[in-house]
């Protein structure tokens, strides 16, 4: 490449002894910076939209979190107060808690769920395996907001599939929207909707064990049992980690479900539910936008502090 | 292929044009009847039913005008919906239904349109007092009051009938009668209540109390006088005995339950006849209408309910047409639809009329219903005050209060916490609470 660009300088006439050599250093100094920015160019659609969409609203986030805006009084600057406010708010912890809480609980057992299923389809001894797989899927598919609905109206003891059951067999199911169980109701729902995508994550990683392993191990005589846990789950553990990091996001941003069966439990499911339910009431029933932020940046750190963790201990050579 | 870009250049710049033009003739003339002639789109979010005829009206008589009427939601969803697009600034409709508790919120953050320079003032003395001066502030006028909601009992005369009981005339004899009905019928419930901050501030007003006072930049918030307690010890028992239907009001349940006798009465406001005719058809010649319950016999007090108006946000770029569908609706040919689909009007001259006074409703089987309505209307208890953030003190009425409704926590209890949390927003937003 070089060779071609430079090649003109051969032509110019030696009427100096100097010349030659002058021109060829400008030429590649221009070549080098022009490289240099060329490749910003390239790099230039992704960086706008990067910095667009997903640097700026973060920034804005954070100069609105440092600001008070009052009813009476207006806006003002106060630094940290509303981070040293957050970290002092019961109400704020208990929705961290609940959420956690929901974290210990639902995502393993939705995780347990989904590798038995992609286990069983993957193992080939399933009759009309293509359609349990999407069956199973197919929940995904439903919008969280309908699906909450759906089973909001399932679970109504007066109107709904409870309460039928209840009244058709004599039962008494106690009320799954009452204050102590709608966690779990929600943790139903979102187990139902996203098993089959956990399950085709862990399902996509099992496909791609090289055929040869297995060869291996029916050879030295290994039962389905410890081909699962001697080579099946180890391959997939990269995908094992990369589910759970996914659930803990989720879980901590919890919203559509309690903000839909919120309308069928006003009392159970309060404004606060969750910290992000209690983000939402802040900024648009209580117009505490600044407040509001804070909550959002505190969760978004530690949201990512968790999963960075997990990922550190889930891809660790030797664990 | 160039004359074909440039004749579509000409073109564009011709509509341009011509757009910006109109766009100077409606902010030159700010004549509201001008805009309507001239035309243009509106948007209205607003959950009241007898809207839908008045729109079509206005489109007939204004082919210029497109309105697209759209229900976001009742009340505090209305309120979030409203706040959501004030707050980002687009998106948002270009008129409000606001509650008349809900106007203090939406004045105090700027976001409405000053209706004086369309000549709103003018129409003062042709509204009630109380809707009027829900609606406007120091003389500044935020928007025209479309209906009031004086208070009445709503119930369900059949069902009385059937399991012979008495139309109570105090809240005592109230209460036994849900213990009556509940009693000769486990499926019914004299009543429904999940937790309504509008509903219990409305019975703390009529039993006396004022638990809220604003003067100024300075809130004082009391849920425990005399009148809140009155209220507390009526629905307590009422709530421990499980005597109040779980239902959450206007959800499909609700609507259900009042047309197959789960829930037997109402004590709400005077804008319900619509929604009965609306929303519950199978009830259709069963329900009645009586004076409100009182705390002491032989008394006529009553409170208001609910009741809105309609508002042009400071936002909508239509201001002039929409003020014109504003007169339409509320003091123009549209009150007059909107009272003949059932509504309660908020002006003098249809509330003293013989006409309004002495129809009669076949939904509730030819009773002369706003005789009563309107009595109320002239018995409601003066000076009553809201919070000038009423909206987002009911939006965490449940959250508090409502506790009450699913533990062992008692109603008492749960409007102390309400207090508490209203106090600690109030300090937060630079009020001084008291």
């Known amino acids: ?319 | 292929m160039s004359t074909k870009t440039t004749r579509r250049l000409l073109a564009g710049t011709a509509l341009a044009l011509s757009a910006a033009l109109g766009l100077t003739a409606c902010g030159v003339g700010q004549d509201p009847s001008k805009a309507a002639a001239e035309g243009g789109e509106l948007t209205i979010w607003a959950w009241e039913p007898t809207l839908k005829k008045v729109v079509e009206a206005y489109e007939e008589e204004h082919p210029e005008v497109k309105i697209d009427l759209v229900n976001v939601g009742t009340g505090n969803d209305q309120y979030t919906a409203v706040q959501n697009a004030i707050s980002a600034g687009s998106g948002g409709p270009d008129i409000a239904q606001l509650e008349y508790f809900a106007m203090g919120q939406f004045e105090l953050s700027e976001s409405l349109a000053e209706l004086n320079e369309f000549g709103a003032d003018k129409l003062a003395d042709q509204f009630a007092t109380g809707p009027w001066e829900g609606m406007s502030t120091d003389s500044k006028v935020y928007g025209l009051p479309m209906d009031s909601g004086p208070m009445a009992l709503f119930y369900n005369a059949a069902l009385f009938k059937k399991h012979n009981i008495d139309v109570p005339k105090t809240w005592e004899q109230y209460a036994a009668a849900a213990r009556k009905l509940h009693e000769a019928d486990p499926k019914s419930y004299m009543v429904n209540d999940t937790g309504d901050a509008g509903f219990i501030t409305s019975l703390i007003w009529q039993a006396g109390g004022k638990p809220f006072t604003t003067q100024g930049t300075e809130v004082g918030i009391n849920l425990n006088d005399e009148g809140a307690q009155k209220v507390t010890k009526l629905w307590q028992p009422l709530l421990d005995d499980k005597m109040v239907a779980p239902i959450t009001s206007w959800s499909d349940e609700w609507y259900k339950g009042l047309g197959d006798g789960t829930i037997a009465s109402l004590v709400t406001g005077a804008w319900m006849p619509a929604n009965m005719e609306s929303g519950v058809a199978e009830g259709s010649g069963d329900w009645k209408v009586a004076p409100m319950p009182q705390w002491e016999d032989g008394n006529m007090a009553t409170a208001e309910n609910g009741g809105s108006g309609l508002s042009v946000l400071k936002d909508s770029k239509n201001a002039a047409l929409a003020y014109d569908f504003l007169e339409f609706a509320t003091v123009g040919e549209g009150a007059d639809l909107r009272i003949s689909q059932g509504a309660f009007p908020a002006t003098t001259k249809d509330l003293n009329d013989e006409e309004f006074l002495n129809r009669k409703f076949d939904y509730f089987g030819g009773q002369q219903i706003n005789k009563v309505l309107s009595d109320s209307s002239a018995n409601v208890v003066p000076g009553w005050s809201y919070l000038p953030f009423q909206a987002y003190a009911n939006s965490i009425f449940n959250d508090t209060a409502g506790k009450a409704y699913i533990s062992n926590t008692t109603l008492s209890d749960g409007l102390g916490q309400w207090q508490k949390s209203l106090q600690t927003y109030a300090t937060d937003q630079g009020f001084t609470a008291k």
């Open chain 1, 1 to 319: 490449m070089s060779n071609t660009i430079t090649t003109p300088t051969a032509h110019t006439p030696p009427s100096s002894p100097g010349a030659p050599v002058t021109p060829r250093r400008r030429r590649q100094r221009t070549f080098a910076t022009r490289t240099r920015w060329t490749g910003w160019g390239f790099l230039a659609p992704f960086m706008a939209v990067f910095i667009l969409v997903f640097i700026a609203p973060i920034i804005y986030s954070i100069y609105l979190s440092l600001f008070h805006t009052q009813l009476v009084g207006g806006t003002s600057f106060v630094g940290f107060d509303n981070y040293v406010r957050a970290f002092s708010d019961p109400v704020f912890w208990g929705g961290l808690l609940r959420v956690s809480l929901f974290l210990a609980i639902q995502v393993p057992i939705m995780l347990g769920i989904s590798l038995l299923v992609a286990l069983a389809v993957d193992s080939g001894r399933l009759y009309g395996s293509d359609f349990f797989r999407i069956s199973i899927f197919l929940p995904y598919a439903v919008p969280a907001v309908v699906a909450s609905l759906m089973w909001g109206f399932m679970y109504g003891r007066r109107f709904g599939l409870v309460g039928q059951l209840n009244e058709f067999f004599g039962w008494d199911i106690p009320d799954l929207l009452g204050p102590q169980i709608v966690l779990a109701s929600i943790g139903n729902i979102v187990t139902w909707e996203f098993v089959g995508y956990n399950m085709l994550i862990f399902y996509a990683a099992l496909r791609v064990i090289p055929s040869s392993l297995y060869e291996a191990a029916a050879i030295d005589g290994a039962g389905q049992w410890r081909v699962i846990t001697a080579i099946k789950i180890p391959a997939i553990r990269g995908a094992l980690v990369v589910a759970t990091i996914f659930s803990i996001i989720g879980s901590f941003q919890l919203f559509n479900e309690p903000s839909i069966l919120q309308a069928l439990a006003p009392n159970a499911i309060t404004s606060t539910y969750t910290p992000n339910l209690y983000a939402y009431s802040l900024s648009f029933s209580g117009q505490q936008q600044n407040y509001s932020a804070t909550v959002a940046i505190i969760m978004g750190l530690i949201t990512m502090v968790i999963a960075y963790v997990v990922q550190l201990r889930g891809m660790r050579k030797d664990a």
